[in-house]
């Protein structure tokens, strides 16, 4: 996901901090805002077409 979204993944300590999970998130709320502004032509439209929910983002490294 860090090289899918662009975060910067350059140092393995903050790949499990909660700077790494910040970072995620604001790409993929990026990602989906960019993806419903090219796909909608109103936030009304848009916000009639979507469903809210929650979701729990949990950052997880190991070793092979």
């Known amino acids: 996901m860090i090289r899918l979204y662009d975060v910067d993944g350059s140092d ?12 995620l998130i604001d790409a993929l709320t990026a990602a989906v805002e960019a993806d419903l502004r090219s796909t909608f032509r109103t936030p009304t ?11 729990r983002l949990v950052v997880r490294t190991w070793d092979a």
């Open 12 to 23: 393995t300590n903050t790949l499990t901090s909660d700077r790494a999970r910040r970072a």
């Open 45 to 55: 439209e848009a916000a009639r077409a979507v469903s809210l929910g929650e979701t």
